[in-house]
């Protein structure tokens, strides 16, 4: 099985940038449709990014143009790139992997390895 550990996080004024990083072991995520994820307290988690092992890409309309998620294979890890950071991006983020899919999906219930999760605040 996957093992995902997320980094990056913090807190950020409106309009910056971070960098979420997603660090896997015990398998490589070629195998596996990858996705990160964001949940506020008392609301459902939802999806942000998804990426394939082909690389292709897919993203939430609250992001899109302003989120960038990638793959490096050779590092087993998976970014999200933040840009034009708002108030509503405030979030805890969770890096996910998926052995069920075959196509890209934002549907976190698809997912079955989750990581830790990583606070990001803009404010």
């Known amino acids: 099985d996957v093992q995902l550990v997320e980094s990056g996080g913090g807190s950020v004024q409106p309009g910056g940038s971070l960098i979420l990083s997603c660090v896997a072991s015990?398998?490589?995520?070629?195998?596996?449709?990858m996705g990160w994820f964001r949940q506020i307290p008392d609301k459902e988690r939802e999806g942000v990014a998804g990426?394939?092992?082909?690389?292709?890409?897919s993203y939430a309309d609250s992001v899109k143009g302003r989120f960038t998620i990638s793959q490096d294979n050779a590092k087993n890890t998976i970014d999200l790139t933040m840009n034009s950071l708002k108030p509503d991006d405030t979030a805890m983020y969770f890096c996910?992997?998926?052995?069920?899919?075959?196509?890209?999906?934002?549907?976190?219930?698809?997912?079955?390895?989750w990581g830790q999760g990583t606070q990001v605040t803009v404010s």
């Open positions: 996910a992997a998926s052995s069920r899919l075959t196509g890209l999906s934002l549907t976190p219930g698809t997912y079955n390895y």
């Open positions: 015990g398998d490589t995520i070629g195998r596996y449709c």
């Open positions: 990426i394939e092992s082909d690389g292709s890409t």
